[in-house]
DNA sequence: AGAAGATGTGTAATCGATTACACATCGTTG
DNA sequence: CAACGATGTGTAATCGATTACACATCTTCT
């Protein structure tokens, strides 16, 4: 590998001269730039990011730790994180925690000793072991998704989407609504989402019944096999409407109720969150609701671009959020 | 941040003592190794990465680059090939070119300045330029996809899979079959799939038209719009059958298709490759070709491993595929 | 008992860049 | 014309790790 020794000595120049012709800093006289430049240029030289880390301590790489890198909502994302790093000249490390929680903490680390200039994080759960570790964090981290105490997050609007989502059901006539959820150790799309649920429920006195719940694990598989639970535990009195916290689990119930003959939404109306491409493809087509994960890829970057040069931030914010009405509901 | 000397000075060891300890390397006599165990548990200690690259040129780094970060088909892949990076205790650094064939040779260099151990690349167009920087590139370097001359190449058996397909079509007796393709600067994608087309259909004797033949862009719109034009092109003598070469430009042909009346399969059956999640869920259901993208991603991530290790290979492999019949043939 | 090997630790060079400091040259100005 | 600022370049220390080499003890074996 050619590194910068060589450069200077092939351009008949001193090493110093050459950095300064890299780093546009300094005086490089017209003469040397020209050498230099050439030699360059014949060779494909390009400075060790490493011995560069190691004098600045800045490696123009940010870490993102994700739940699960095979999602439309993490490649989303990613992509819209990777656009505003990009214009920045930076890159992108991937960590996949394959929605383990300690790993979410063993990647922290890892990204400390790749001294990455900054990280997003996008948690599922929040322990105390997480928080304790990032409090003493020497890199700055950004979380999305999930709000984290002391750290600057931009959250989905969770609470209020699934309010609309709830407030269209219940005007479409809906009375008996049912939930299709996942473990409320998550915060936002766990408890967040259910909470709203239950709580639009309420306001409108309608009944809270415990059996017309179930909990799913993200798939579409486990949204089929929480539908199929739902009804065969109400064949008397199965619901009017589901209300399930992924569209990918609102795809799994649908495919349930139509093997089952029932009607949608004539028989069960079925609503989801996400936007996932294939929600507008499938028959009925999915009411849902947009939560612009490339936007807000992009928000966290600059956020995090932000706290990186020091802003401090208004620590919470939340990302907009557009309902789509289709033809599930 | 603490560095080896701090460790050093206060465990009461030299940093040579430090390192070895680290590292497993030469003798630490039991004292002094549980001295700097402490010392290291207490402070949180890891060491610099860029400061052992510089020493030991590796990264536990290597790259990928990809033509678009948020699809499925490189999310799966990029899976795949965490999960062998992972068990190699090894980092993942994700360069999305944007479809831009310049730019994979812009983040060839900067994944080389970054002295990544290896890289993967899923190329779309093999350029002269392109093949130049990799013949004396070094680092080493796989790809996934595209068959690169000189390159370990792992590619999905376009050509099979299509006359699989085209056969299938053959055989429930279509004669009149049309395609949606996308541009032949693309060799897999493109011209493979396309030149498997032509065959089968000159293989049985069957009209080879061009107006049946339209170009989209990999996206659902375009698919869309390509069957349109076939579809208004032909007024008089529509295809009754296509053969789309994405699922997801096949899903926007079957869009179309499904607003204009048409009914599939039964005026026209729809074919795709890819196996996108979505295409089981649309109504109908559709035919394609799975291509196990997140084994082939280990695969190439245990090919790059072995280039690495120096083991020469035999170039050119053809990954496994799956013909999957649904609904829409 | 003395030699040979095993065990344990330290000294110092090295990787490839950046940068404070010093020095030389040249044009401008009072 | 002496002095000063602008311009152009080089010397050498430094970042935080690894590792060849040297040296000291301690076992063990003949």
Redesign the pocket.
């Known amino acids: ?1 050619t ?3 060589d450069i200077a000595k092939l351009a008949g ?5 050459v ?2 012709f ?2 546009n ?8 730039s020209e050498r230099i430049a050439q030699v360059i240029n014949e060779t494909g030289y390009m ?2 990011q490493s ?2 880390t ?3 301590k800045k490696t123009g790489v940010i870490g993102i730790i994700l739940p699960k890198i095979s999602t439309e909502t993490s490649s989303r994302v990613v992509s819209g994180i990777n656009k505003v790093m990009k214009r920045e000249g930076m890159q992108i490390l991937l960590t996949d925690t394959e929605l383990d929680p300690d790993k979410e903490i063993e990647y922290l680390r890892l990204l400390k000793s790749r001294q990455a200039d900054g990280i997003i994080l996008l948690a599922t759960n929040i322990g105390e072991r997480l928080q304790q570790e990032i409090e003493a964090f020497p890199i700055p981290v950004v979380a999305l998704g999930q709000n984290i105490p002391g750290v600057p997050s931009l959250t989905y609007a969770d609470y209020d989407a699934s309010s609309d989502i709830m407030h269209l059901l219940i005007g479409k006539g809906h009375r008996k609504i049912g939930f299709i959820g996942v473990s409320e150790t998550d915060p936002a799309v766990g408890k967040l989402r259910q909470t709203a649920y239950t709580d639009a429920l309420k306001r409108q006195n309608l009944e809270v019944k415990e059996s017309w719940m179930a909990e799913g694990d993200f798939s579409i598989d486990s949204g089929y096999e929480a539908m199929k639970r739902i009804i065969t535990d109400n064949r008397s009195d199965p619901p009017d409407a589901v209300f399930c916290v992924t569209d990918r689990m609102a795809t799994g119930a649908m495919e349930y109720l139509k093997e089952q003959g029932f009607s949608i939404p004539g028989d069960v109306a079925v609503a989801g969150i996400g936007d996932a491409v294939m929600s507008r493809y499938i028959t009925p087509s999915l009411t849902t609701v947009n939560y612009y994960n490339e936007e807000a890829g992009e928000a966290v970057g600059e956020m995090l671009l932000e706290t990186m040069a020091g802003i401090k931030h208004s620590k919470k914010m939340m990302h907009k959020y557009r309902l789509i009405k289709r033809d599930s509901v």
Chains 1, 2 share one sequence.
């Open positions: 590998m590194t910068i020794n120049v001193s090493r110093t001269t950095s300064r890299l780093n800093s300094g005086y490089v006289g017209q003469e040397a400075p060790s011995a560069q190691l004098r600045t």
